[in-house]
């Protein structure tokens, strides 16, 4: 049986039953019984909308505690560019560096760096044609997760590059072994994500055996103990932790992967239902002008991560203002030589989930029941009943996970029959008076 590893997680006791999950999971993950969520794993992505939208926070991804860093003898912090919109203009990128160190890290490599490699890793790969378009970028775990469960057809439009995140760990890990001559097992590499998928990615990745990545570390965790460190650290102050330039930093939010591709031939979308729109004109075939798909599960990239602290669109506003101070001739310097090392080494595979049963004849029968038992079902998809249309209560049923009487139109129906029966059989039973 496939094992599944998924950062976000439900704590049960913080759960009311109130349906705003499951109707915003993109996957139908999510089912409210006997008053209570359940998230069905083999469905989720770990996309984190139902986090975003939980209004009793008993959605939450787990991510690593900040402890984790002292297993190791040699420490590095990976920021992904995202991190630098969290703080007002007034806090540069070297001083935001600087504070890592201060926080316990001995070295800082950026994500953003790394992004300018894939970047021209990617290019290259565009170019040379040996790819179906248009191809879809696999930086963002979340929409390669969606892909894979729901969207099978365009698995052969991944981009099959790693991501910036492990590039990054690679290279520090490779640098810093050699440099330093400490053993790559030594050496620990955390991410500091505003993505839940990002976890998943690290303790069970879809591209390779193992992940570089060490740790993950949530944004949010780290926020505060930064500032704190921040204010002791002037705000001039210069440092080589720098090493990307305005092309890197603009990948934290929508666009900045396909500007830096330097074509006019590409798409940029963000927010989980809006890729899902793109995905199902891709398969219809209704976007054939287009060579590359930039498409980020969160609203505005990864700056509308679940695990940020800053709204998106303030800490927009924020990454500008770096972008603006970053040294454009970084970019040109960052490019990958030799890209082979960092496509993927092993193939997706399609997971479905809409698989009734193993056996295709009783798997028939049971689409044919469910296709009767939705034909019956009031399609409001109202979410009362707990899923999330009136189509998935329908598999519900034929699974055996829940009952027709669990949609209320489908139970007033039967109280009001079972009513006018009680009636008419009160009627015929009731004695006839004799005529006086």
Known sequence: MTKYFHSVTLNE????????????????????????????????????????????????????????????????????????????????????????????????????KAAEIVSDASRQIIEKGNVKKPVISSACPAVVRLVQVRFPNLI????????????????????????????????????ISPCAAKVTSVKAPYEKNESYVSGVLAMKDIHIKL??????????????????????????????????????????????????????????????DVDFVEALSCTEGCLGGPLAVVNPFVSRANLRIQMKRSNKDFSKENTATDYQNMLWTQDMEYKPILTLDDNMIKAMQMMQKLEKINDGLPGLDCGAC?????????????RGLAFETDCIFKLREKVSNLADHMKAFEHVSMPQKEDE
């Open 13 to 112: 006791e913080k759960c009311k039953g109130c349906t705003n999950c499951i109707k915003h999971c993109p996957t139908e993950a999510i089912r409210v019984r006997n008053g209570k969520a359940t998230i069905t794993k083999e469905r989720c992505i770990d996309c984190g909308e139902c986090i975003k939208v939980c209004p009793y926070h008993a959605k939450k991804a787990v991510t690593d505690p900040f402890e984790k860093i002292n297993q190791y003898e040699f420490k590095v912090a990976l920021p992904a560019p995202s991190l630098y919109g969290q703080f007002d203009p007034e806090f540069s990128r070297e001083r935001i560096l600087k504070a890592l160190l201060e926080l316990g890290f001995d070295w800082v490599f950026e994500v953003s």
């Open 156 to 191: 052969p439009n991944l981009l099959k590059i790693e991501s910036p995140m492990e590039v990054a760990a690679r290279i520090a890990k490779h640098t810093i072994s050699k440099e330093r001559n400490i053993d790559a097992d030594k050496i620990g590499t955390f991410f």
């Open 227 to 288: 500032l704190e460190k921040m204010k002791n650290i002037p705000n001039d102050i210069k440092s080589d932790l720098v090493s990307s330039g305005a092309d890197g930093v603009r990948w934290a939010s929508s666009g900045g992967e396909s500007h830096a591709l330097e074509t006019n031939r590409c798409l940029a979308v963000h927010g989980i239902h809006n890729v899902i729109n793109i995905f199902e004109e891709i398969v219809e075939d209704r976007l054939n």
């Open 386 to 398: 707990g899923a999330p249309s009136c189509r998935s209560l329908a598999e519900d049923i034929v």
